[in-house]
C-alpha cells in the first residue's frame, strides 16, 4: 500500500524559510510525477507546485521565485520556501499519480506569523 507522508511545517516569520518533506512508501513502479498543494482555512486545495517524472517544474504564479520543488530519488520530494509571507499559511499536501490513480499524505501545516 501506497503512503505519502509529510514533515517539515511548523510555524515562523514572515521573510523566513521552511523545508517540506515527502516521503513515499510502498509499492512504486518508477519515478512518478509528484506535487505539493495547500488548503487555507475557507479556501479551495490549490496546487503550489509539481514535478514531472522527469524533473520538469511549475510553480503557481503566487509562489515563482520563492518556493523551489525538488526532489533526490524516487520517494522523496522537497518543498523548499524562501520568503514566506502570511498568505502562505495554509496545510501542505503532497500527492503523487502512479497509473490511473492519486495518492495523498495527511498534511503539514505551515504558519507565517506577521
Known amino acids: 500500500q501506497v503512503q505519502l507522508v509529510e514533515s517539515g511545517g511548523g510555524l515562523v516569520q514572515a521573510g523566513g524559510s521552511l523545508r517540506l518533506s515527502c516521503v513515499v512508501s510502498?509499492?512504486?513502479?518508477?519515478?512518478?510525477?509528484m506535487a505539493w498543494h495547500r488548503q487555507a482555512p475557507g479556501k479551495q486545495r490549490e496546487l503550489v507546485a509539481r514535478i514531472t517524472a522527469l524533473g520538469s517544474t511549475n510553480y503557481a504564479d503566487s509562489v515563482k521565485g520563492r518556493f523551489t520543488i525538488s526532489r533526490d530519488n524516487a520517494r522523496t520530494v522537497y518543498l523548499q520556501m524562501n520568503s514566506l509571507k502570511p498568505e502562505d499559511t495554509a496545510v501542505y499536501y503532497c500527492?503523487?499519480?502512479?497509473?490511473?490513480?492519486?495518492?495523498w499524505g495527511q498534511g503539514t501545516q505551515v504558519t507565517v506569523s506577521s
Open positions: 510502498g509499492s512504486i513502479f518508477s519515478r512518478n510525477a
Open positions: 500527492d503523487m499519480i502512479q497509473g490511473a490513480r492519486e495518492y
